[in-house]
């Protein structure tokens, strides 16, 4: 609890890891709400300017319902307290027990007292260190057997030279560890959902051919909206298509080679599907 005295010490004391002044409201005050979650937590003090200079802000019904309004469109929501001590505004963030938190502007962290956006690369390491389980591993508690397709079951059969006759999906999910006490996991459902992008919205892949080496002057472009194989095959088949190839003929057969091997193309667009956090929204 921040009561008036604590306060004056803490305006004193000046902008740090856990203080942020602000001369009035912005809505990009959430900036640091998501930064003190993502760290130790910290209090926003609004009515103060960055020379400590006190000017005051109140806290009317319409302030409060917009800060608790950022709060809640972060991701995960931020429970902040909001409070009026004396003339000041003072916004308590608590650290957060989801992180990363994020929001529509990204995500952000405290570092030597101001607010920083985080790199994709703190970010991952923020991910990996904050879940304990994979998005992948994930029981996607939306989808049913319902809402699985028996034809990617034996067209992923089929690529993986399996042979089975009778279909169970229960038992073949089961068995590739993609379903779990008669659930399924996201695993499972970025492979064999009928309709994927119904569960997972951000599960596509962006194929894109440029003229010339500026990335500027766009020629051909592909949105694959579809499970992890489809995107497999169709990234392949766009890459043939753009691709220099010369014919050679051995024997009475005809072969083709193209100007980039097929296998080191095949093994980098499964690593762009392998490699991919799918709880990150963004397509590959």
Known sequence: MFDAHKINMIIQEGEGLAVEFKEHFSPRIVEDMVAFANTKGGIIILGVRDNKTVIGEELTNDLKARINSLGRNCNPQIQAKVRQVQNLVVIEVPQGEEKPYGCSAGYFRRLDGTTQKMTNHELRIMFREHEVISFEEKINKEVTWQDISRDKIKNFLKEADIGIKKIV????????NVALNDKITNAGVLFFAENLRR????????L??????????????????????????????????????????????????????????????????IHRDYGMRAPV
């Open 208 to 273: 894109i051919a440029f003229k010339g080496k500026d990335r500027i002057h766009i020629f051909d472009r592909q949105d694959i909206q579809d499970d992890l194989l489809t995107q497999f095959n169709g990234a392949i088949f766009f890459l043939k298509k753009h691709l220099n190839r010369r014919s050679e003929i051995k024997g009475v057969n005809r072969e083709d080679i193209y100007e980039i091997p097929l296998e080191a193309l095949r093994e980098a667009v499964a690593n762009a599907i």
């Open 169 to 176: 999906a229960r038992d073949i999910l089961t068995s590739l």
């Open 199 to 206: 569960f997972i919205l951000h599960a596509q892949m962006t």
